[in-house]
């Protein structure tokens, strides 16, 4: 995975949203290995962490969900792991 990108800072009642996602194109299913770049959906989630200059900090991941394309594969989809 190539990492995650952050898109925009939001600065909320209370804490500063960092919001991101993956730059990789695809995903490789966890279980055979396959790429995929077919994107089934996505769904955020959230992280926080200490607390920047007193405010609470919070990421904000869009995760996508990707299918995945081997027929003999027993995982139908998998979720894209954002790591460096």
Request: charge should be positive; hydrophobic fraction near 40%.
């Amino acid at each position: 995975m190539a990492g995650i990108v952050v898109k925009g800072v939001e600065r909320t009642l209370g804490a500063v949203v960092l919001h991101a996602w993956g730059r990789s194109t695809e995903g490789a299913c966890p279980r055979c290995g396959e790429a995929s770049g077919r994107v089934h959906g996505r769904y955020v989630r959230r992280l926080a962490d200490c607390a920047l200059g007193g405010t609470r900090t919070v990421l904000a991941l869009t995760v996508r969900r990707f299918k995945c394309l081997n027929r003999a594969c027993e995982a139908v989809t998998f979720a894209e792991q954002c790591r460096d």
